[in-house]
């Protein structure tokens, strides 16, 4: 079966960077279109970002200019470089991945698999 794990998060000052990255086992990653979640504490899991298997990415209004999603398919990685980052960008950030193209990538419920998440606060 396929397995996600998150890694990367950690506290860091407003304006900071992080990179996060999902390494994922039991498939190719370069068939599976894949994406990054974010829960904030009381809201609902959003859609970050996602990448497809040719490599194109999407990214949700709030953070366009500042996150950049892409994978190496050499090491079955995908990553996320959150730059310039702001308080409102604290959650618990999580990778998904689904076998088949999905048409809403912004909607949880589009993807099969889940990693465990990765914590991402901005003070």
């Known amino acids: 079966d396929v397995q996600l794990v998150e890694s990367g998060g950690g506290s860091v000052q407003a304006g900071g960077t992080l990179r996060l990255g999902c390494a994922a086992s039991?498939?190719?990653?370069?068939?599976?279109?894949m994406a990054w979640f974010r829960q904030a504490p009381g809201k609902e899991r959003e859609g970050v970002a996602a990448?497809?298997?040719?490599?194109?990415?999407t990214y949700t209004y709030a953070v366009q200019g500042r996150f950049t999603i892409s994978k190496d398919s050499a090491k079955n990685t995908m990553y996320l470089q959150i730059n310039s980052l702001k308080p409102e960008d604290t959650a618990m950030y999580y990778c998904?991945?689904?076998?088949?193209?999905?048409?809403?990538?912004?909607?949880?419920?589009?993807?099969?698999?889940w990693g465990q998440g990765t914590q991402v606060t901005v003070s």
């Open positions: 039991g498939h190719s990653d370069s068939s599976y279109f």
């Open positions: 998904a991945a689904n076998r088949r193209p999905v048409a809403a990538w912004w909607l949880k419920d589009e993807y099969s698999y």
């Open positions: 990448i497809d298997n040719r490599g194109s990415a």
